[in-house]
């Protein structure tokens, strides 16, 4: 048994590798300012509540507790808001994340495992992604995960730490229990939104783009259920009991969904017939992005158990369709609008 600090414990990947550690009979210590994640996700382990952005926050946490190792999954995610707020996606992701590993040496904590991911490629220049794909990433998101590996990569050559670096694909769906599972507000990715569009909810969700170069003109991603992510995560963590130095791994199915075949589907798991229409490119997204999971397989044993689309979006329909999800929901609209009467109040007095 081990001990781990989880990092965004409270959103949608950290919550579901917070239940994991603890099924594999490890302790958890969730650090997490629930900006984006949810109180109802902290089920399994300790919670502390503070941002990794506070290096104070984070030497009162690592001398509270011995930690084998930490997950980092607090960051910002999203292509489109990154390129409109490039310095914040740099700051909390590429400076916190210093902040972080700064007051892991101090406390002489050396297993990382981390939160990378495929946008760190760009315009792919192979039908499958290997690790050693050049890097090219078309956004501030993309760059600022690519920074850090570098980082990372320094940081393992100079003192000693060893670290995983998972590059994700497209995380989808949500613990078969349903009690956890993604909350966006917004909801800016495209499972959850169609399954929300299908579960009843007014959402807005079109088709970003008919004219790449793929098949049927729309993106291609390779989308990976959370849980098996959750298990590499576990598997790197166990690579790191014995590998030094730092480790890359794309963590994908090696097959491609077009936003089209997502939309069918949708359709079909959910027998709804949502009308979605087509709108312009989102600025920032590649046409094509799908892993090699050959070095995964190979060094971690690890490939995913959830092969099938309709099986992946099963789970998230089912999630969706909660009354947890949607506790978790108005949670957060509640916590808003107080914060925003707070703000205006002040400004008033
Ligand atoms: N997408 C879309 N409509 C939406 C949301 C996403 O067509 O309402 C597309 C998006 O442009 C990309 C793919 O779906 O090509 C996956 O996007 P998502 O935001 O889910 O994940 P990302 O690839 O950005 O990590």
């Known amino acids: 048994m081990a001990t ?69 999954f607090a960051a910002l995610s999203l292509v489109a808001e990154s390129m409109r707020h490039p310095q914040r996606y740099y700051q909390h992701n590429v400076a916190a994340t210093l902040n972080l590993l700064g007051v892991m040496r101090e406390f002489e904590v050396k297993k990382f495992v981390f939160s990378s991911t495929a946008a760190v490629f760009g315009e792919p220049q192979s039908r499958l992604i290997a690790e050693d794909h050049p890097t090219a990433p078309m956004n501030p998101y993309g760059l600022s995960k690519l920074m850090v590996e570098q980082i990372l990569r320094d940081s393992c050559r100079a003192y000693g730490i060893r670290a995983v670096s998972l590059r994700y694909f497209n995380a989808a769906g949500a613990d078969p229990s349903g009690l956890i599972g993604e909350a ?66 794309n963590l994908g199915s090696g097959r491609g969904y077009s936003v089209r075949e997502v939309v069918d589907a949708v359709r079909e798991v959910s027998g709804e017939p949502i009308d979605i229409p087509t709108t312009s490119r989102r600025p920032g997204d590649p046409s094509h992005l799908v892993a090699s999971g050959k070095h995964a397989k190979a060094v971690l044993g690890w490939a995913p158990r959830y092969t099938a689309m309709g099986a992946i979006i099963e789970t998230a329909l089912n999630w969706h369709s909660s009354a947890t999800f ?24």
């Open 326 to 349: 949607r506790a978790w929901m108005a949670e957060k609209e509640a916590v808003a609008t107080a914060g925003a009467r707070a703000d205006q109040h002040s400004a008033q007095g």
């Open 184 to 249: 966006h507000d917004p909801e800016t990715h495209l499972i959850p939104k169609l399954v929300r569009k299908a579960a009843g909810e007014d959402i807005v969700v079109a088709i970003n783009g008919t004219d790449y170069a793929t098949e049927d003109g729309t993106c291609v991603r390779d989308y990976v259920h959370v849980n098996d992510l959750a298990d590499a995560h576990l598997r790197a963590l166990e690579h790191l009991d014995y590998a030094v130095g730092m480790h890359t791994f």
């Open 4 to 72: 781990y600090l989880v990092c965004g414990g409270a959103g949608y990947i950290g919550s579901h590798m917070c239940k994991r550690l603890h099924e594999a009979g490890h302790e958890v210590v969730v650090c997490d300012d629930l900006s984006t994640g949810h109180a109802g996700a902290l089920l399994w382990g300790k919670h502390e509540f503070g941002s990794i952005e506070d290096a104070n926050f984070l030497r009162t946490l690592f001398s509270k507790y011995a930690f084998d190792g930490v997950l980092h």
